[in-house]
């Protein structure tokens, strides 16, 4: 299977970090539409929310989404790529699509940990830690929605990359 993976879920769930591993193990491209959105820009996600608004971040979003996906490679994508109806039902279409499923608890001592993981400006204004349950609660929905496969995202790196291989093994057969 050639198909693009894309990888979705909340912010720290673990898409980056699994999605190299995953790439390593499958000897596939990897690639982040965060990043391709960035490099495209020459600014940060921050700098384009503040100069032009998340509707506008939004738009550059879908764009690099659709410029990254390509056979042979998994892709990270942003936490809120699900919001857009059109980029829910492109990854469908054009990909296997798996939910890094996290609790936030985990979310909450990953972000706390790292909080370089956080480039991007704050959702709803809050700390951290009530954000991260607050954005998931309005988002769990739309993950599950848009997901072929859902995997426990809260295991180590590695045994979730075991997961998805196994997962993919078994819908290939
Ligand atoms: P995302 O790309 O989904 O925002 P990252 O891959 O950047 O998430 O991970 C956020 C932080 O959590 C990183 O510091 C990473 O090392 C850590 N991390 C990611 N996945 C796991 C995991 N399965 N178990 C423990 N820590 C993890
Ligand atoms: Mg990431």
Redesign the pocket.
């Known amino acids: 299977m050639t198909q693009p993976i894309f990888l979705i879920g909340p912010?720290g769930c673990g898409?980056?970090?699994v999605?190299h591993a995953l790439a390593r193990a499958r000897h596939f491209q990897f690639s982040?539409t965060?990043h391709r959105l960035q490099a495209h820009e020459q600014r940060t996600v921050a700098e384009i929310v503040q100069a032009e608004g998340w509707t506008r971040f939004r738009e550059l979003e879908t764009l690099s989404l659709k410029a990254v996906t390509l056979p042979d490679t998994v892709i990270?994508t942003?936490g809120g790529i699900i919001l857009a109806e059109c980029n829910r039902q492109f990854m469908r279409e054009n990909g296997v699509v798996i939910y890094l499923q996290a609790s936030v608890s985990a979310l909450i001592d990953r972000l706390e940990a790292y909080p370089k993981?956080e480039q991007r400006p704050t959702l709803t204004g809050k700390p951290v830690r009530e954000e991260v349950g607050e954005v998931l609660a309005q988002r769990e929905a739309l993950y599950r929605d848009a997901a072929h496969h859902i995997v426990d995202a809260t295991a180590s790196p590695d045994r979730v990359v075991e997961q998805i291989m196994t997962m993919l093994c078994g819908a290939a057969a």
């Open positions: 912010r898409k980056t970090t999605g982040d965060d990270a942003g993981a």
